[in-house]
């Protein structure tokens, strides 16, 4: 016998989504976590998406427009945010794909830009190794902070 076989599996789920949205993989996982067993789980998520109270579509789209608000993401990094989610791929990807070609990620990068010195070579490679880290295509990264972009210097007689 489960230690949550005397609660209901359905309100326990209904407590977690009032705190935050889940996927209906993560939320699963969850309420197996909490040793409900595997068919009561099911029986519960299937519920909880007729209601309405689970969409991973409305979920996916949440995630990518949080993202693309703060302006300091990449689409590597994103992707990555959305599958450690428990979103399937199938789920976001056309979301995201439909969402982010119309953006300009090298004009986001040159406005992260403004925080390093550009005129020291060393400055610069931190600015690409953090734009590739932040999720930034490795052609923007390099576009703007590789050795042919470096800023004109006087040279000393």
Known sequence: ???TSNKDPY???LRWLGYRDYSSACLA?????????YPLVEQTVSRLIDEGWLDDVRLARQIIEQCLATQTMGPGLIR???MSRGLSREIWENILHERIQAIDWLKIAEA???????NEPRERLRFGRYLI????P???AWQLAGPDNAPATEKEC
Not at 112 to 118: T, V, W
């Open 138 to 140: 490795t052609a923007v």
């Open 11 to 13: 309100i326990q789920a």
């Open 112 to 118: 992260l830009e403004e925080r390093y010195d550009m």
């Open 1 to 3: 016998m489960s230690r």
């Open 133 to 136: 880290r932040r999720g930034f």
């Open 29 to 37: 996982k969850r309420l197996q976590e909490q040793g409900y067993d």
């Open 80 to 82: 990555h945010r959305l």
